[in-house]
Structures are given as C-alpha cells and as structure tokens.
C-alpha cells in the first residue's frame, strides 16, 4: 500500500450525482443579469440559448443532481479517471511534501471538458436541440464538444479563436474528424465577426470575440441552434464535480487528505471540479483546506481584476453576472495557455475569492514552461500549457514545504495534456518563448467600459 503510485476506481464507484456547491455556500447568490435592460433575466431570455433543463440547473439550489444513466454511459469511456501520487516528481524536488495529481488528460478530447460537454449535449438532444454553436479558445472545448455532439446525433459550429486556429491546426483537425465544423473568430459568418475584422483584420480574436459569435448565430436561428459554454457558468461548474467526488474517494484509498489544492483557471470550470467537494468538506466537514486558483499574470482576473458585474462577452449579447473581470473588452496577449484567455471568472469561484475561502495566484508563462518540463522529465506525462499553471504552483508549494520541513499533501489537477501543444514546447526549448508583461494600459482602458449596475 505504502508505495502505491495510482490509485484507480472501478466502474461502479463513478459518481451517480453532481455536486451544486450552492446548496451549501454561505454566500448569497448574485443575479443575472440581462445585457440590454440590465434587469435580472427571465428563463425566456436565457432559453433562447440553452435548453431548460441546464437553465433550472443554473439557478438550482438542490445539493446533488443525478446524472443521467446516458450520460453515465459515456463517461465510462474514461472515467473513473486515475490519481497519482507523484513520487518521482517528489524525488526530483527532494521534498518531504506528498504530491497527488488527479488525471483529466485522459478523456478522448485529453482534458476534462467532456464532463461537462456530454450532459450539455444529452439535455439539447433531449429538448429536441438540432444543432450547436460555441467557441473555444486552445480547441480543448471545441473537440471535447465535438465528440459529444457526435455521441448524440448533433450538428456543431465551432468559432476558434484566430491565434489559436493558426497555431493548433491538428486540434481543429481533431474537432472535424468528430464532424463538428470550425471557423476561425473574428470570422465573416456574423455581423459582430464582420465588425471587427473591419476595423482589425489582424485581430488575434479572444475567447469574448468568440463567444459572441457563437451567441449571435444561436441568438439569430430561430430557436434551431443553441449556444454551449464551457465554463464559467454554475452548470459546467456542477457537471466537473465528478472529478472532485472521485478524488475525495482516491484521496481516502491513499489514506491522505490534502492541506492544500491547486488548478488553473481560465473560467474556473476544472479547478471548481475537484476543489468543490473538498470545499463541502471545509464548509460542512471542519476541514480546513487551502485552495488556491492559479491563473497567467496576461489575464490576471482574480489577482488584478475589479470584482464587478460585466458582460461574458465582448460583444455586450451574453448575460451579465457578478465575476472578477478585467472588462469585457480586454483582448489578452496570445499567451500559448490558450485556454486561460478569458476576461473573467465563474461567479460562484470570484466569490469565494472575494470571501477568503480561496485564494488566487497569477504566474508568468515562461516559469510554467519550466515547470511542465520539469514534470515531464519526472512523470513523463507532456502537460497542457494551461495545466502548466497549477504544476508551477504545486511544485513551489512542495518546495515551499522542503524549506520549511513540512510533510505537506498537495493535491493539484492535471487538466489536460500538451499533446496539441507541442509547437508551444518547441518555442520554449529553443529559448524563444516570451514573458508578457502585465497589460495595464489595455485593462485600465477596458475597466472603463463596465456596464453601470445599480445593485
Ligand atoms: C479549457 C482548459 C482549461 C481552462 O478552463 P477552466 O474552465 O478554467 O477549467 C484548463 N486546462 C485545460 C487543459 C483546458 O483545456
């Protein structure tokens, strides 16, 4: 037992509920809003975009939902998915410090977004949905959609950021192997897309630009097609919370429980997926974890943002929610973590932020490169430049606790693999990868653009 390195589920322990970290949050829930009127939003406004079902899932306040058994089917593709304990890792560092990793890099799409794409796509195909839109930033979600989509019988219009669509040809490869078809954003097919291209036919395109793409193409169907995100939103939060609920039995087969768990984020959807139930447990079970939100100091949200009402797009269409934001209108540098691209962050996770119940770090890239070739070379696992983040920070927590002489459990979450990534590795190893410096100007010019909300 004592030198197990994985630590493996079987079939019958995958998790029959979703967790709703809302049922036992001591904070209150902030409103919707809608982006024209700036008053709460009805269902009616919200199931132009999604199917109802995810829409009572939104503002649900039961603790556990069940997974459907179709759902459930799919998932078993890959799931229960294992936990490491990283020994090697810990040898390499020399530290007394335990390190777990809990792997979403081994779904189909090689990230955890499949957990929350496949109960996306079974609802719409149960609503008689005909056709997606989303958008996807490194092409993680877009392929993790994909493949979804293609389980249940759905078409799917992928809008992917420029900067990505140029530097990740195999994932939008990936995405059209699965039939799903993609466009580079800003595109022609939208008037929002026309607008911009217009004024910057160079636009690196962002996450936001994106969305409000695919929003207005679901927006102007006629009710055919709706729109998915694969963040942000308290739903995708409660569908990731398998991989939490898997970890907290993992965790128990190790008999360990963490001091300290680390994820990256960009919306917050895989790091609220396993910190949530051991939140629970702080909350309800006088545990007294530390959890810490890592995020690129190029979209420093949490560290650097207002913590304010803002648009979830550029384009002032999506709904307007209570989230630490660097302004709607912020274009990020095209930092490789493609994935961490956004201009805000879950509400549920900014709140909690904003309350002291987590904490956020922002680190620069190259000290993320270091760090995923560091784990490469001990693990051998090639991590996603996004994944990158949270191994930055796991890695300085366990040298944190060599120094101190502390036998720390630090549990972070691999995200994905680098295996579409490797053209960033490249630039990285040939000493030609940057550091972005923080882009104040550009954020203090989009703070400016805040929607005026009288709470
Ligand atoms: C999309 C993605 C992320 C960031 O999104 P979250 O919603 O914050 O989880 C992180 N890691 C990987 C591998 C991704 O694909």
């Given at each position: 037992?004592?030198?197990?390195t994985r630590f ?13 970290v809302?049922?036992?949050?001591p ?10 009127t700036l ?12 199917p ?20 459930r089917?799919i ?14 890792l810990e040898?390499?560092l ?5 390190i ?8 189909p799409a ?44 759905l ?8 900067v ?24 022609e ?80 959807s ?28 190029a ?28 302004g ?6 095209s ?7 956004y ?40 991590p ?5 983040h949270?191994i ?10 060599k ?25 990285y ?27």
């Amino acid at each position: 037992m004592s030198d197990q390195t994985r630590f493996l589920l079987n079939e019958t322990d995958l998790p029959k509920c979703w967790y709703n970290v809302m049922a036992d949050s001591p904070l209150p829930p902030t409103p919707v809003l809608h982006p024209v009127t700036l008053e709460p939003v009805t269902p009616d406004f919200l199931s132009v975009l999604f199917p109802m079902e995810l829409i009572l899932q939104e503002i649900s306040a039961e603790r556990y939902i069940d997974i459907p058994e179709p759902v459930r089917e799919i998932y078993k593709l890959y799931r229960p998915t294992p936990l490491h304990r990283a020994r090697r890792l810990e040898q390499a560092l020399g530290t007394p410090a335990h390190i777990f990793f809990k792997n979403e890099s081994v779904s189909p799409a090689g990230s955890h977004k499949p957990n929350t794409a496949i109960a996306q796509a079974f609802y719409n195909k149960a609503a008689g949905t005909k056709a997606l839109t989303t958008e996807t930033g490194a092409g993680q979600w877009g392929s993790a959609l994909a493949l979804a989509c293609n389980f249940f019988g759905l078409d799917l219009e992928v809008y992917m950021v420029r900067v990505s669509y140029d530097q990740k040809p195999y994932r939008r490869i990936m995405m059209e192997t699965y039939g799903a078809q993609v466009f580079a954003s800003p595109s022609e097919r939208t008037q929002f897309g026309r607008l911009l291209q217009a004024k910057d036919p160079e636009s690196p395109g962002s996450l936001g630009i994106a969305i409000s793409e695919a929003v207005e193409v679901a927006a102007t169907s006629g009710g055919a097609k709706k729109y998915s995100l694969g963040s942000v939103l308290n739903h995708v939060l409660m569908h990731q919370t398998v991989v939490g609920e898997e970890a907290l039995k993992q965790m128990e087969m190790a008999g360990e429980y963490p001091d300290v768990i680390i994820g990256c984020v960009g919306g917050g959807s895989n790091y609220a997926g396993l910190a949530y139930p051991f939140l629970r447990q702080n909350l309800k079970g006088g545990k007294r974890t530390r959890f810490i939100a890592v995020e690129p100091t190029a979209t420093p949200s949490i560290t650097k943002g207002a913590y304010a009402f803002d648009y979830g797009d550029t384009a002032k269409m999506a709904p307007i929610v209570k989230m630490y934001t660097l302004g709607h209108s912020f274009v990020p540098p095209s930092i490789h973590a493609g994935g961490l691209r956004y201009h805000g962050m879950a509400p549920s996770m900014s709140a909690f932020c904003k309350a002291g119940l987590m904490e956020a770090i922002a680190v620069p890239q190259l000290t993320t490169f270091e760090a995923a070739v560091q784990f490469a070379r001990a693990e051998g696992i090639v991590p996603a430049p996004e994944t990158a983040h949270a191994i930055r920070v796991a890695i300085d927590e366990a040298l944190d606790a060599k120094e101190k002489g502390e036998k720390r459990v630090i549990l972070f979450n691999f995200s994905g693999h680098g295996h579409f990534d490797l053209s960033a590795y490249q630039a990285y190893l040939s000493g030609k990868l940057e550091d972005y410096a923080y882009p104040a100007e550009e954020i203090q010019a989009a703070m400016k653009d805040l929607p005026q909300v009288v709470a």
